[in-house]
Structures are given as C-alpha cells and as structure tokens.
C-alpha cells in the first residue's frame, strides 16, 4: 500500500521561508518521479516543481522558479521543498504526488495532475502578516 504524508507547513510572513517534506512508503522512491502541487481555494490544481528519477531532471513552475527548491533523499524515501521569498499568493496546501509510470520521465507534461497515481493529503502553508 502506498502512503505519502506531507509535513511542514504553517503560518509564514511574507518574504519569510519554510520547508515542507513527503515521506513516502510502499515503493522504492528511486524508482519513480515525483512532484509538488498546490491548490488554493477557488483555484486548479498547480504543479509547483518536478523531480524526475529516470535523469534526474528538476523542474519548477514559472510562479516559483528561483524561490522554491526541491530535493529529494532516497535513502529516506522523502522528498522536500525549500520555500523561500513567499509571497500571499504561495498561500495554498501543498501536495505531494507519484507519477504513475515506472522510472519514467514526464518530461514537459510534468505539472498534468491526471499523471499522478498516489496523492498525499497535503499540508497547508499560509503566507501572511
């Protein structure tokens, strides 16, 4: 049974940072891509950044390119998202998810939710003064 369970978030002030991570169990991180999403109220489903196993390739969205920063940690089958310069409009929950193919990259088509097969049930991360 796969399990991802995020952690980290909370109430930010502006221009402040913060780290959120997604632990993952029931299949070997290594082998899969996985990405960050985001969902404010009212609003689609954002992909936030993308880290590919097959290459090692990251990638980010344009809201948050040169700010956030993902890492991942095989050995401990977590991935994290160093959040930094936030802004009111980062305000959303923050979501974890696999991609649904096997040491695959999806290469542009990265930030498609329909992609993902396993979800965490996100974590709220507030920005605001």
């Not at 991180?29 to 097959?54: H, M, N």
């Given at each position: ?23 993952v169990s029931g299949l070997t ?24 196993s097959s290459d090692g390739m ?72």
């Amino acid at each position: 049974q796969v399990q991802l369970v995020e952690s980290g978030g909370g109430l930010v002030q502006p221009g402040g940072s913060l780290s959120v991570s997604c632990a993952v169990s029931g299949l070997t991180l290594d082998d899969y891509t996985i990405a960050w999403f985001r969902q404010a109220p009212g609003k689609e489903r954002e992909g936030v950044s993308c880290s590919s196993s097959s290459d090692g390739m990251t990638y980010y969205g344009d809201s948050v390119k040169g700010r956030f920063t993902m890492s991942r940690d095989n050995a401990k089958n977590t991935v994290y998202l160093q959040m930094n310069i936030l802004k009111p409009e980062d305000t959303a929950v923050y979501y974890c998810a696999v991609y649904r193919y096997f040491r695959r990259n999806p290469y542009n088509n990265w930030p498609k939710p329909t992609l993902y097969g396993y979800w965490g049930q996100g974590t709220q991360v507030t920005v605001s003064s």
